[in-house]
C-alpha cells in the first residue's frame, strides 16, 4: 500500500480482539486512532496505551446521543466498525441483546458517518452472512445472504442499512467478512465462541475440551496476523469502495483435524468429548479468498500449525481463565447443555 495522508480513523471494539490489531497497525502507520468500546467482549490490556497514542471512550454504541456527540466533536474521516455482540451460536438464545447489539448499533454508526461526512465506513460483518442454501462451500461474495441466526440476520441487516444509506446520502463503504479467526488478544474467557481459543484454555486448566458433533465439520481457521494488513488497506484503497469481500484462510480442515493439531502442539494426555451439535450449526463453513487476494493484497503467511504454537504460546504466558458465562439467557428451550451446566 502506497504511503497514506494522515487520517482521524475511529475504530469501534477496538480494544476486542481484532479491533486492537486494527488500531494499532493505524497507529504504527502514523494515524490518529480513536477507539470505543463497551468492555463486554473486549479489555483495555489489548492495546498498550504507553507504546501506543490511542484516545478512547467506554460507552454502549446503542446509546444514540453519545454516539452522536462523539462524531461532532471528533470529525472522524475514516471508521472501521467492528463493535457487535459476536456470539453467532448464542444468538438464538439472546436475540434481542445480540442482535441490538449488533444491528442498531451499527445503524447509529452509520447514521453519524452521513451526518458528519466521513469518508468512508469499513463494515465488519461476518461469514454467518451466508448461513446455508443452495450452495456449498467455499462461500463466494457473489452468493445471496442466507443467514440462520439471529447474529448472522442482524449482520445482513446493517449491511443493508449501509449499501442504503450509500445510495441515498454517498457514503463510501466496504464490507469485509472475516471467518474463523484466532490467535493471541482472543478472549480466553469466552466460553461461547472461538473453538480453538476455548480448547486452549480447557488445557491450560487441565480440562478435556469439547467438540460438537462427530467433529467431521469442516472450517478455515485464519490467523490474526495474516488478515490486519488487508483489512487496514480497505479504507484507503478506492478500488474496493462498495465491495463485499471475504477476508480469511482458503483450506478448510476437519474439527478433528484442527484438535489433533492442538493437541500436538499443547501435549496432553487430554482426549476431546464429543457433545450433540448446536443448533442451526452449518456442517461446512469457509470462503473464498481469491477476491480478497486480487483486491487486497491478502496473503496467507502462516501455517495452521504456526498459528496454533504462537496461540499456545501467548496463552501460556496469559495463563488460564475462567470461562465468563452470560447473566441472562433470554431463551432457555433448546439451550446446549454444554452452556447451560457451564461445563466448559
Known sequence: MKNVETKKILVTGGFGFIGSWIAEALVKKGHIVYVVDDLSGGYKENIKTKDFSISYSIFDLRNDDKVTKLFKHERFEI????????HEGLSLFCPVDIFTTTCNASINVFKAC??????????????????????????????????????????????VTLKTFAEAHGLKYVILAPHNIFGQRSSLADPYRNMIMIWINCLLRNKPFYIYGDGEAKRAPSYIEDIIEPCVKAGFDDKVVGEVINIGASKAYTLNEIAKLVLEEFPSNLEPIH???????????????????????????????????KTINWAKKVGAKEPKYLEHIEIEKNFHPAWRDKLI
Open 79 to 86: 471508521v472501521h466498525h467492528l463493535a457487535a455482540h459476536p
Open 114 to 159: 452521513v451526518n458528519y461526512d466521513v469518508e468512508r465506513c469499513i463494515f465488519y460483518s461476518s461469514m454467518g452472512r451466508y448461513g446455508h442454501g443452495n450452495f456449498k462451500p467455499p462461500f463466494s461474495e457473489e452468493y445471496l445472504p442466507n443467514p440462520v441466526d439471529v447474529y448472522g440476520a442482524a449482520k445482513v441487516a446493517a449491511e
Open 275 to 309: 457433545l450433540p451439535t448446536r443448533s442451526c450449526e452449518v456442517k461446512e463453513a469457509y470462503s473464498t479468498v481469491d477476491k480478497s487476494i486480487r483486491l487486497l493484497g491478502y496473503e496467507e503467511k502462516t501455517p495452521l500449525r504456526e498459528g496454533i504454537r
